[in-house]
């Protein structure tokens, strides 16, 4: 896709991954984009690079704005590999360009490639670089989400270029919110923006409060955001700022999402009345199951909902192992704010369902215990204990979603 300019002289020069579905285990089911920005000034500057396959397309952008030549300063807003992997390439074109950088990024840019020719320039939480008619305010944003990331305001355009915050993984040809609103829907774009937060950026919700409220504090105008990966935010950026807000303090639907597995069905047909003392009591349901669903879908779907109910299998007197590397991936990115119980079957002895408490107590999350069991496959009593596990659960989500 050609360039775009989303402000005077400033211009969107990335690529769009429409192929994309493995994200370092993240699945991006919509591909994603790889976005960066040359700002046409005095001193011409490139803000972050693409992704290494991708580095042909970022130079045919650029060369339909200003010979590369031209480009005096490359700004490297964070070092992961889907931005940075493509630097030596540029900089083999643009040798002489200076690259402004936070001090955890040289260091890490120096271990994945040979810099000994390039010249840095460290910059600090507010350090500033004036280009001409625009000015850049460099701000720290260490573990947002990588120790390395920063993000670089641009003061006489009121633009805010995030890096990896406020972003979605889509590959559209939409570049900005209102475009893609009016080609697809506000829930489609909703839903990309929970489910990026929920399996990248949940462990640091403290941290972006922490520094929405510092760019609070320093005044600075935004009126247009524009992040890495996705669509830029130009008709209302107040409202991503808000969303993240939201999403960082735990908010949640009333919802009960039913994330379980199963081996010869015993578990899968305890869901059905599970499912029907959820919706009885007044509380939505969503089921997902763990081989049929990505696991990005399924984080996803715990994130959005209040409470979680997990279903296992007992195999070898432990979790079934779907179920089992969904809670040990769930725990890495440190939930809070919600509430689980598990049930499940076993046909020997028990374990699994053990052994998902265990997990949650180790989360720290808000539990419901005990959970339900079933030998083989279960009876019609069996089921009613199903359908009242349920209810009740749905019924202790309801009171527990009031704190929120």
Known sequence: MKSV??????FWVGAIDWGIRDFHGYITQNGTTYNNYLIRDAQVTLIDTVKHDFCSVTLENIKRIVDLSKIVNLVI????????SSIDMIMKLIPNATIYISERGKKGIERYFDTSKWTFRVVKNGDTLN????TLLFLETPMLHWPDSMVTY???????????AFGQHIATASRFDDEFVECHSQFELDDA??????NILMPFGQLIKTKIADIVKAGLEIDMIA????????KDPGRIIQKYLDLANNKADLRVAVIYDTMWHSTE?????????IKDEGVDCRVIKLRASPMSVAIKEFWKARGTLIGTPTINNVMFPSVA?????????????????????????GGAVKEAYESFRKMGLEIVEPGVQVQYRPTLDDEQKCYEFGKAFAAKVKEYHKNF
């Open 227 to 234: 992040p890495d990966h996705g669509i830029i935010w130009r």
């Open 77 to 84: 807003n964070h070092i992961e590999p889907d931005h940075a």
């Open 269 to 277: 047909h305890m869901i059905i009345p599970v499912m029907q003392g």
């Open 193 to 198: 923006i929970a489910d990026y937060y929920a």
């Open 131 to 134: 280009i001409g008619k625009y």
């Open 154 to 164: 641009v003061k006489e355009a009121k633009l805010l270029i995030s890096q990896d």
């Open 5 to 10: 300019e989303i402000k005077p002289d400033i």
């Open 325 to 349: 590397e969904f809670l040990y991936h769930l725990g890495g990115l440190r939930p809070k704010g919600r509430m689980i119980g598990a049930f499940g079957s076993f046909g020997w002895g």
